[in-house]
């Protein structure tokens, strides 16, 4: 068989759907290169800042890395903006979408939020809500979106800063995203990582 007979859904038979399935678990193998070539793509979105959307993708998993951070955060950090090509008003949703059978509950809720967090910034400058973020005071992630987006998102568009290049963090991505889906060791819902590791950072110090 090469392709399937049907062309309703409702049609199909055990064996071709077994078929699809096979397909369709050899495609999503290739999901971490796919997402790669996605973040290369950045640099054809917006422009004005001084460094392009990819540089300030790669600067923030750059500094994740370098404060200790563990792989989960890493690769959310790298992966945090990747809808904003594909989705402008809800690319905090879109990127959290794609990470949340991957990672830590922890961290795709901090994905999804960041956006709301990242208006105390310069929501005053463009006549949006500067204090959005107070809609989920007392939450469990609260802190850690809120030190997520001073250490690592508003402070990573530094065109001097030695930014680590996308080679360095293709392997992180590799290993995330070659996970079971939704393993529950995995996602742990509830549970938090620092997002700064005093010993680890010291020996990936610049």
Not at 46 to 73: C, E, K, M
Not at 95 to 121: N, S
Not at 127 to 148: L, M, P, S
Request: with cysteine; charged share 25%.
């Amino acid at each position: 068989m090469d392709r399937v007979k049907f062309t309703q859904m409702k049609d199909g038979t055990p064996e071709e759907y077994q078929f699809l399935t096979e397909h369709e678990v050899a495609y999503t193998k290739g999901t971490a290169s796919r997402l790669l070539a996605a973040l290369v793509d950045l640099d054809e979105g917006l422009s004005g800042y001084q460094v392009s959307r990819l540089g300030h993708s790669l600067q923030s998993a750059t500094r994740a890395y370098r404060d200790g951070a563990d792989i989960d955060w890493i690769v959310s950090a790298l992966l945090h903006d990747i809808g904003d090509i594909y989705a402008p008003y809800n690319h905090d949703e879109y990127a959290a979408t794609i990470i949340r059978p991957f990672v830590r509950e922890q961290c795709t809720w901090v994905v999804e939020k960041h956006g709301d967090f990242q208006m105390l910034y310069y929501g005053h400058h463009v006549g949006g809500n500067q204090h959005k973020r107070d809609a989920y005071n007392g939450h469990k992630y609260f802190d850690d979106c809120a030190d997520f987006c001073e250490r690592w998102d508003q402070a990573s568009f530094d065109p001097a800063y030695d930014t680590l290049p996308i080679d360095f963090f293709e392997p992180m991505v590799h290993d995330v995203f070659s996970r079971a889906p939704y393993d529950p060791a995995v996602i742990r819902p509830g549970e938090r990582e620092a997002l700064q590791n005093a010993g680890l950072a010291g020996q990936r110090a610049e």
